[in-house]
């Protein structure tokens, strides 16, 4: 006995697990509380009797809802559009959970909980998306299996006219035990078989894939990987959300190869340099001399060889890192270091460029995970000391600031009367300001119309995050007369003592200054209040921490042995010349060709993403229909042509139950031909014949044949010898009415 409520039951884990799949990928807790509550509330709907579901206006409001947010994230360009997608389908799938009064709202849910694990395997390839996963796999095979057989004696019921065409399909499938052990068999091949393919899919299969597919579709107005951004936008309203997700980990070595550790230690990962400050729109941004061959030091390098920036003096303290990213983006992708890099190696080949002007070192090449080794020299003397970033009017309020606050530490207001001690005295005297007198927030205040957002931050709302405290100091150093940029990077600190590593968050993005102190000198100046960057402010002992830097040294194992797998070999082998295969070449011009067809600004903009949003949800529609539509009727046609090719009917080929095949081939050329979706039993009880033997015989070849195909009875020679004598007086009794109407 196979209950209905069983598989609703089934149906609804496979759901949740492809619910969390999508949570855990794009780390949305939050929206994993919401997936608990749907979950609830849809097996609460389920239980009862007879199944109710939400009111439909309201379930078609919601999914309105759903579209229109996932619509303005699209437009807002702050999420890559896969995740936005992704979403939106989740969304989708915790409101059908709702409505599940029918056998095919069943089938629209497998197709939808389908489409979201695809979605969330786009979007990430973490550890914990993988245990999913392993979950998710025998849940939505069993489901499907169990589906079928419903789904298949329903269709049997109503072809009888055993339930009527809108009556609610029956609680219980009532099958003999060898029957549901048969079904178990079914499911537990199919999910050893997807396991199987599954691994054989991913050995053969490029690392750099899906991530860049992903970053194709995602590079639709958000070109900047998650938590970092190379240039700065002051004066947005709004709460700033912090994620954990991991973005990179580095391991920091000495000159000597020894493992440098501390868990009080900050890596300032530099990522761009921003020189460029515009009053009017608030925003900072790094000055392009990409054209300029002076500024720019292009190398190419093959997997594994060491590229020579600058050479390394003797006497220096040098500082190695190894750098494992989750994943760069497509194109040119900054490669994060401390300080100014002299060398690089990368575990892939491709083109490194470095900017002498900065420092950033760049790389050219396919989207996915990479690895690298970077050696930088404390504290050296930049490459190009002469790059004097552009001058800023501060407005007489700030400069007004700066000179009290020069008069404060007895520094003088001349720059050309000042040494490095006492540009040191002035910087060191605006951080304590900034430091003591203002307060870290992540919620964003908007500036008055006609208003800098810095004087906004220094004179009116003393709190911002991070960006503010680093412009405020950029700028009164320059008012000073020092030579100051922001930085925008990661400030990393959280060290794993399990692996040897420290592990790089989203939520370590951060901005910091450079100043020039000495005239051959850049030193990184910190002017954020120090208990309020994020990987102090989470610091924490403790059995959890303790288990939470166990499953990160997993997660870490997990990227770099399993996701990034013979990635040089597999991948190297797969691509052109511009680093990507045959394959991914053609899905990045499709995806090229589709973003072409988005305008950048604009009512066109959003007339463009209601289109393709449209386009997904129809295409989504269409095919979770065709679970219960398009697959089942291509089955039926093709075992048509096989019956009409061989003469007898595709049912009945295991040879324990081939005669009732022959029986039933023998009945259809004498005009009986048994209907698709017909009961055997109920057709071989409506055969009407001159010769009342006929209907016997159909009976008990039918009877005989559930006992072997649904009962487990074996089939000895006895029975073979009944089953051949059976069969062969049916056909004699057909034929000799045939005969006797000839």
């Not at 969304?91 to 009064?101: K, S, T, Y």
């Not at 550790?261 to 990409?290: F, H, I, N, P, Q």
């Not at 899905?587 to 589709?594: D, K």
């Not at 090719?645 to 009732?660: L, N, S």
Request: proline share 5%.
């Amino acid at each position: 006995m196979i209950r209905l409520a069983r598989l609703r039951l089934l149906i609804l884990g496979s759901a949740v697990t492809a619910a969390l799949c999508f949570v855990a990928a794009d780390v949305r807790p939050g929206l994993g509380l919401v997936v608990a509550a749907a979950a609830v509330l849809s097996h609460v709907l389920t239980l009862m009797k007879p199944v109710r579901a939400l009111p439909s206006l309201g379930l078609n409001a919601l999914v309105l809802a759903s579209a229109g947010y996932a619509l303005l994230q699209a437009a807002q360009q702050r999420t890559e559009l896969i995740t936005v997608v992704a979403e939106f389908l989740t969304l989708v799938l915790l409101i059908r959970l709702q409505d599940r009064r029918r056998l095919r709202d069943e089938a629209q849910t497998i197709a939808l909980s389908l489409f979201v694990v695809i979605g969330a395997i786009l979007t990430s390839n973490s550890l914990a998306l993988g245990l999913l996963l392993m979950i998710y796999t025998p849940l939505i095979v069993t489901a499907i299996v169990y589906f079928q057989a419903h789904a298949g004696h329903a269709q049997a019921l109503r072809a009888s006219g055993a339930l009527g065409r809108d009556a609610p399909e029956p609680a219980t499938f009532g099958v003999a035990g060898a029957a549901i052990w048969s079904l178990r068999r079914t499911a537990f091949v199919a999910i050893v078989l997807s396991l199987l393919l599954g691994v054989i899919a991913f050995v053969v299969t490029p690392r750099n894939l899906i991530p860049s597919v992903s970053s194709t579709w995602g590079d639709i107005g958000a070109t900047s990987p998650s938590g970092f951004s190379d240039t700065i936008r002051l004066g947005a309203s709004g709460v700033i959300s912090q994620s954990p997700q991991s973005v990179m980990e580095v391991v920091l070595r000495d000159g000597d190869g020894r493992n440098i550790s501390g868990e009080w230690l900050t890596l300032y990962l530099r990522g761009a340099v921003l020189t460029d400050y515009d009053r009017d729109t608030g925003s900072w941004e790094r000055r392009d001399r990409s054209e300029d061959r002076n500024d720019t030091d292009d190398r190419p390098a093959s997997a594994g060889t060491v590229v020579v920036f600058r050479p390394e003096p003797e006497g220096t303290t040098r500082v190695r890192q190894e750098v494992t990213v989750r994943r760069v983006r497509d194109g040119t992708a900054p490669l994060f270091s401390m300080f100014e890099p002299a060398t690089i190696m990368g575990d892939e080949p491709g083109r490194f460029i470095r900017s002498r002007s900065d420092g950033i070192v760049y790389r050219q090449g396919a989207a996915g995970p990479f690895r690298y080794v970077v050696s930088s020299v404390v504290n050296s003397t930049m490459s190009n000391p002469r790059q004097v970033p552009p001058a800023i009017d501060p407005g007489p309020r700030i400069r007004e600031l700066v000179d009290g606050l020069l008069d404060r530490a007895g520094v003088s207001r001349n720059p050309l009367e000042r040494d490095a001690p006492a540009n040191r005295r002035a910087i060191n005297e605006f951080r304590a300001f900034l430091r003591e007198g203002f307060s870290y927030t992540l919620e964003m205040t908007s500036p008055m119309e006609d208003e800098d957002p810095i004087e906004m931050f220094l004179f009116r709302t003393k709190a911002g995050h991070c960006e503010y405290f680093a412009s405020a100091l950029a700028i009164m150093c320059r008012t000073a007369g020092i030579d100051a940029r922001v930085v925008t990077g990661y400030a990393a600190g959280e060290f794993n003592p399990v692996v040897g590593h420290f592990v790089v968050r989203e939520s370590d993005a951060h901005a910091w200054v450079e100043a020039r102190v000495v005239p051959t000198r850049w030193e990184t100046i910190d002017p954020t209040p120090e208990g309020s960057v994020p990987h102090v402010a989470r610091r924490r002992t403790g059995l959890l921490a303790t288990l939470r830097q166990f499953y990160d040294a997993l997660e870490f194992t997990w990227v770099t042995s399993v996701v990034s797998f013979d990635q040089s070999r597999v991948g190297t082998a797969s691509r052109s010349e511009s680093g990507r295969g045959p394959v991914l070449e053609m899905l990045s011009s499709v995806g090229q060709t589709l973003r072409g067809l988005v305008p950048e600004t604009g009512l066109g903009r959003w007339a463009a993403l209601v289109l393709i949003a449209g386009a997904g949800v129809f295409g989504a529609v269409v095919i979770s229909r065709g679970l219960g539509g398009v697959m089942p009727t291509l089955m039926r046609a093709i075992r048509g042509v096989l019956s009409r090719m061989t003469g007898r009917p595709t049912t009945g080929t295991d040879p324990a139950t081939r005669f009732y095949g022959e029986a039933l081939a023998a009945l259809a050329r004498a005009g009986h031909e048994k209907g698709e979706g017909v009961a055997p039993m109920h057709f071989a009880r409506s055969i009407s014949h001159g010769d009342a033997r006929v209907r016997e015989l159909v009976i008990e070849i039918v009877e005989r044949y559930y006992r072997v195909r649904f009962g487990g009875v074996a089939m000895d020679s006895a029975g073979r010898a009944w089953a051949v004598s059976a069969v062969a007086e049916l056909r004699w009794r057909l034929q000799g009415a045939r005969d006797r109407v000839a």
